[in-house]
């Protein structure tokens, strides 16, 4: 459940959430800005909430995860909607560094196969994840192969 979480994250934060991650937005008031600009560019009808037509008509991303960001199922993405589900990916996201972290024992930026036994999901793809067959892995390996999955589940 952890792992589809973090592709869900991941998923979301590269697609019509990217204003998110954008260097540029340095306060949140800038942030609460883009937010607001991308919910009104969803809200065609402006209603004031985003349906699952809009969301796959300008969205494609906020569309493959709308039902599991609806979380009262009425069909309809209102903003405390799609901000709790961002904020719920952002924790998540937050706490798998931190087990990366801890895992890495000996604190090189590395996970062995050993340390890697502390996250059973990175454990058991291990060959799968570490790309370039040195017998570690680094963030960027994990995350690319986080990304691979999000984009074969599209």
Same mark, same amino acid.
């Given at each position: 459940?952890?792992?589809?979480?973090?592709? &869900?994250?991941?998923?979301?934060?590269?697609?019509?959430?990217?204003?998110?991650?954008?260097?540029? &937005?340095?306060? *949140?008031?800038?942030?609460?800005?883009?937010?607001? +600009?991308?919910?009104?560019? &969803?809200?065609?009808?402006?209603?004031? *909430?985003?349906?699952?037509?809009?969301? +796959?008509?300008?969205?494609?991303?906020?569309?493959?995860?709308?039902?599991?960001?609806?979380?009262?199922?009425?069909?309809?993405?209102?903003?405390?909607?799609?901000?709790?589900?961002?904020?719920?990916?952002?924790?998540?996201?937050?706490?798998?560094? +931190?087990?990366?972290?801890?895992?890495?024992?000996?604190?090189?930026?590395?996970?062995?196969?050993?340390?890697?036994?502390?996250?059973?999901?990175?454990?058991?793809?291990?060959? +799968? /994840?570490?790309?370039?067959?040195?017998?570690?892995? &680094?963030?960027?390996? /994990?995350?690319?192969?986080?990304?691979? /999955?999000?984009?074969?589940?599209?």
């Amino acid at each position: 459940m952890r792992l589809k979480w973090i592709v &869900v994250m991941l998923f979301i934060a590269a697609h019509g959430t990217a204003f998110a991650a954008n260097p540029a &937005v340095n306060s *949140k008031k800038e942030l609460e800005v883009k937010f607001n +600009q991308f919910f009104q560019t &969803v809200d065609s009808d402006k209603s004031g *909430k985003i349906s699952k037509a809009e969301a +796959q008509a300008k969205d494609s991303g906020l569309a493959e995860h709308f039902d599991q960001m609806d979380a009262n199922h009425d069909g309809m993405l209102t903003q405390k909607e799609i901000k709790n589900a961002l904020s719920a990916a952002a924790n998540r996201q937050q706490k798998f560094v +931190q087990a990366l972290e801890k895992a890495d024992t000996d604190k090189n930026g590395k996970l062995s196969r050993d340390e890697a036994k502390a996250l059973p999901n990175l454990s058991a793809n291990f060959d +799968q /994840i570490d790309a370039n067959k040195d017998d570690v892995l &680094v963030t960027e390996e /994990i995350f690319d192969f986080l990304r691979k /999955i999000g984009d074969a589940k599209q």
